[in-house]
């Protein structure tokens, strides 16, 4: 499930797709669990988490983190430290679906962008500089940031095979007219579908300037450049799960260069 959110999210996390635009682009997230032994487990996992004699035993759990011994442990590792507060919250709460992100926020300016996944376990914000062509993630929980590792060649893994057609099919999404494409992603033998609704009426934004940039490899540098326009929606098909992101606002504003920058008391991990 985490795997899924996140390689959706970095779609557009990890690199500025704008030209002239300076604004905020707004995301919803939804997933639907489809495969029905891992449905089942969920809802175990739940009507579990929901017991009375294991919510006594999470908030003994959740009074084990302030040990000093275990406190400093976690402190030394801030990125799992905020993880398992966020799951130990949700769990708390006797609803796992409560750990995935609801949407997704991009602020755009000089072709840099922020991101940053809202809600769920897995809340990750992105900071990516074009004149670094480097991408950050940022915990501000923890006051610590890192760099996010770029594909070599020596990490570089096979690409998979990826086939986009471009259908007849047309929908309007936040008044844009948009075109249907189905890509279809082959790897290690194992396929995933994405639906993708582009559309061309949005002229300071180029998405294909994605796949140019050097971090931005393999699948998706395979099919963005055979994308025409901005994607306003995407269904990602795989199966275990549903994912549907789609656009809920496009705004254009001024922002503040703070925002574009990582704070000088922040520790690289």
């Not at 707004?26 to 988490?49: G, L």
């Not at 990516?128 to 915990?139: M, R």
């Not at 901005?230 to 809920?248: D, F, G, Q, S, Y």
Request: aromatic share 6%; proline share 4%.
């Amino acid at each position: 499930m985490k795997k899924l959110v996140l390689i959706v999210a970095l779609l557009f996390a990890v690199k500025a797709y704008a030209q002239n635009f300076e604004g905020t682009i707004k995301w919803s997230m939804k997933v639907d669990i489809t495969d029905p032994k891992q449905k089942a487990q969920m809802e175990e996992a739940k009507a579990k988490m929901s017991d009375p004699a294991n919510q006594a035993k999470m908030k003994e759990m959740q009074e084990k983190m302030n040990d000093p011994q275990f406190k400093a442990m976690m402190d030394n590792n801030p990125q799992m430290k905020a993880q398992m507060e966020m799951a130990m919250k949700a769990m708390a709460g006797g609803d796992i679906s409560a750990m995935i992100p609801k949407g997704m926020t991009i602020k755009i300016k000089n072709q840099n962008t922020l991101s940053k996944l809202e809600g769920g376990a897995f809340a990750s914000e992105f900071l990516h500089l074009t004149d670094k062509d480097q991408t950050y993630t940022i915990d501000r929980q923890n006051k610590t940031y890192s760099l996010l590792n770029q594909v070599t060649n020596d990490n570089k893994k096979p690409e998979p095979v990826v086939k986009v057609t471009k259908t007849a099919e047309t929908a309007k999404i936040l008044n844009y007219n948009c075109t249907k494409y189905i890509v279809e992603v082959t790897d290690n033998g194992r396929t995933t579908t994405q639906y993708l609704w582009a559309t061309t009426e949005i002229k300071d934004i180029d998405f294909k300037a994605l796949a140019k940039q050097s971090s931005m490899k393999g699948q998706q540098r395979m099919y963005f450049d055979k994308v025409d326009g901005v994607p306003l929606r995407i269904e990602v098909k795989t199966p275990e799960a549903n994912m549907t992101m789609e656009v809920t606002e496009i705004k254009k504003e001024s922002l503040s260069a703070s925002d574009f920058t990582i704070p000088s008391d922040f520790k690289k991990i």
